[in-house]
Every structure is written in structure tokens, then in C-alpha cells.
């Protein structure tokens, strides 16, 4: 009597031995990105620093004080009362909006969902400029994971100006990728991207003066997302 076994072909082993890595390195990856989502989250524990309430108490408080940033020193004479522009202007309304009669907690949650904002943009812009695939997974992976190392978790909660550049400088980088990877916009979709791209920049360069080395890369976002002047006639008609 002779015994038979059925050999699965080499061909298909190979594919169902991929399909189970591919699998596996989805579950590695959401894995992962849980545990640096709630490290981040656990940043709601940490110590508020002085630094953290007295930027966002500055920058919410320009219309209360006559359309003028007040310094928190003012032994700096000349940098104490600052004029806003009115390009600043939807700046200051965003964050006049968001802290005004607000408690300290307030200052707190917001630093954490900028953080999770970054990391979530982040991750999404990565998925975005790589091809898919086994390349695109590893990518992903590395930029999620680098995010918990250390003490950089609960950094990135802090309340400061930090976050909100770095989610700024994200969107950027989303109106430029979406731009070229269009051949052409609607001129309903180029004016709300142009809509958008006025509110970040004026939400950028208002909440601290180091958005200024970044002026190079907003520029050449605009230069991007916005190529043709033939757009912007379309826009303005």
C-alpha cells in the first residue's frame, strides 16, 4: 500500500511565508505605535513649567492688549510691547480662541494633541513619500519608534511653541506632496488650499520667532503646492 502526502509547491509556500511576515510586521507596527501613543499621553503626569503657561498666556493675549504682544520681560524695553502685523492676525484669533479663559490643564492637553498631531501627520507623510511595500512598513516604523526614546515623549507634550511649528511645518510638506502629485487642482480645492496655506503661515511665524530659519522651506512649499500663476487667476476670478 502506498502512502501519499501532499507537497505544497515551493512557489506557494514562499508567498504564504510572505503573507505571514507582512502580517506580522502590521501588527509589530500598531504595536508599536500604542505604546508611543500612550507614552505620549502619559505626558498629562508630567511637571507644567513656567515657560509653557507664559508663552501661551503671551501669545493668547494680543487682542486684550490693544493688538500687542507683552513680553514676560521687561527689562527688554524694546522688546516688551510688540506690534502684531495683521498677517499675525488669524494667528492670534487661533490661539485667543483656544486658551482664552482657560485653566493650566488646558495649556497641558494642548501640548499633548500637538504631539499627537505630529506624530500622526508624520507618520502619514512618511506613507505618503515612499512606495508601498515592505520599504514603506520599515519607514514608517522607524519614524514612529524613534519618537519614544528616552525622555523625548514626554517632551513633546510640553506646552510650548515647539509642537505647534512642528505641526505647521508638517502641513506644509502635505500641501506641497498633494500639490505634486496632482496634475491640476479645481479652483474650489486650489483657494482652500491657499486658504489653508495663508492660516499656517500666519499661525507659524506668530507663535515664536525661531519659525524664521524656516522661512526657506515655507517658501518652497509655496512655490510647490502653487506652481502656475494660471491657479491663482482662477482662485482670484
Given at each position: 500500500m502506498l502512502l501519499t502526502r501532499s507537497v505544497v509547491p515551493t512557489g506557494q509556500r514562499h508567498v504564504e511565508s510572505r503573507r505571514l511576515c507582512v502580517a506580522g510586521s502590521h501588527v509589530a507596527l500598531a504595536a508599536a505605535g500604542l505604546v508611543v501613543v500612550a507614552t505620549i499621553a502619559l505626558g498629562v503626569l508630567t511637571p507644567l513649567y513656567t515657560d509653557?503657561?507664559?508663552?501661551?498666556?503671551?501669545?493668547?493675549?494680543?487682542?486684550?492688549?490693544?493688538?500687542?504682544?507683552?513680553?514676560?520681560?521687561?527689562?527688554?524695553?524694546s522688546a516688551y510691547v510688540l506690534g502684531v502685523p495683521w498677517t499675525w492676525l488669524p494667528g492670534a484669533a487661533i490661539y485667543a480662541a483656544l486658551f482664552h479663559g482657560t485653566g493650566l490643564l488646558a495649556v497641558k492637553v494642548a501640548g499633548i494633541v500637538m504631539a499627537l498631531l505630529w506624530l500622526g501627520l508624520g507618520t502619514f507623510l512618511?506613507?505618503?513619500?515612499?512606495?508601498?511595500?515592505?520599504?514603506?512598513r520599515f519607514a514608517t516604523a522607524v519614524f514612529v519608534c524613534a519618537h519614544g526614546f528616552g525622555q523625548l515623549p514626554m517632551i513633546m507634550t510640553m506646552g510650548r511653541s515647539e509642537g505647534v511649528l512642528l505641526v505647521c511645518l508638517a502641513l506644509y510638506l502635505w500641501l506641497a506632496l498633494r500639490s505634486l502629485r496632482r496634475a491640476r487642482m479645481r479652483p474650489r480645492t486650489a483657494a482652500l488650499s491657499l486658504g489653508l496655506f495663508a492660516i499656517v503661515t500666519s499661525v507659524f511665524f506668530f507663535s515664536h520667532s525661531k519659525a524664521i530659519f524656516y522661512a526657506p522651506l515655507a517658501l518652497a512649499a509655496a512655490v510647490m503646492a502653487f506652481p502656475r500663476r494660471a491657479q491663482l487667476a482662477r482662485i482670484a476670478a
Open positions: 509653557e503657561v507664559g508663552y501661551n498666556l503671551m501669545l493668547s493675549r494680543v487682542f486684550a492688549e490693544g493688538r500687542h504682544m507683552v513680553g514676560l520681560l521687561p527689562q527688554c524695553r512618511v506613507r505618503l513619500g515612499t512606495r508601498e511595500g515592505t520599504y514603506r
